[in-house]
């Protein structure tokens, strides 16, 4: 059996790129959120389902592999847990051909600032949004 989290203490990194979501694990650790680390949305979204509650922070790169992209999921997260504070992050700007972001979704571009995320989630750590 697993060990059981507090609700809202998780940062759920979404990256396919080992060594950035590895970067950003060793960042987002030095936060009082545990960090739950996948490749792709789909997987993440399996993570969210079965652990809905303890989800806080999202964290997603923009190109994602398998069907469905980082603004997908960010999409998608929003809609089914609007609580988790979301940041979407890419190394190419958005454009037309991305489509728009939500308006509570924070995009950052590549590389990002340490600061800045760790704001964030010190943000979801501190006032997590709940339905």
């Known amino acids: 059996m697993g060990q059981r989290i507090e609700p809202y203490r ?3 990194i979404v990256e396919d790129d080992f060594e950035v979501r590895g970067l950003a694990a060793a960042l987002l ?3 009082d959120l545990k960090v739950v680390e996948t490749s792709s949305a789909e997987e993440a979204l399996d993570y969210l389902t079965r652990h809905s509650e303890e989800v806080a922070f999202l964290f997603a790169d923009l190109r994602l592999p398998c069907l469905m992209d980082g ?3 960010v999409r998608t997260v929003r809609l089914k ?3 988790v504070r979301t ?3 890419s190394g190419r ?3 037309d051909e991305t489509g728009d972001v939500p308006r509570e979704v924070r995009f950052m571009p590549k590389p990002w600032r340490a600061l800045e995320v760790l704001m964030e989630a010190e943000r979801a750590s501190q006032s997590p949004r709940r339905n």
């Open 10 to 12: 998780v940062a759920l």
């Open 29 to 31: 650790e030095e936060t």
């Open 71 to 73: 603004l997908d999921l």
């Open 81 to 83: 847990w609007p609580w």
């Open 87 to 89: 940041v979407l992050t």
């Open 93 to 95: 700007p958005l454009d």
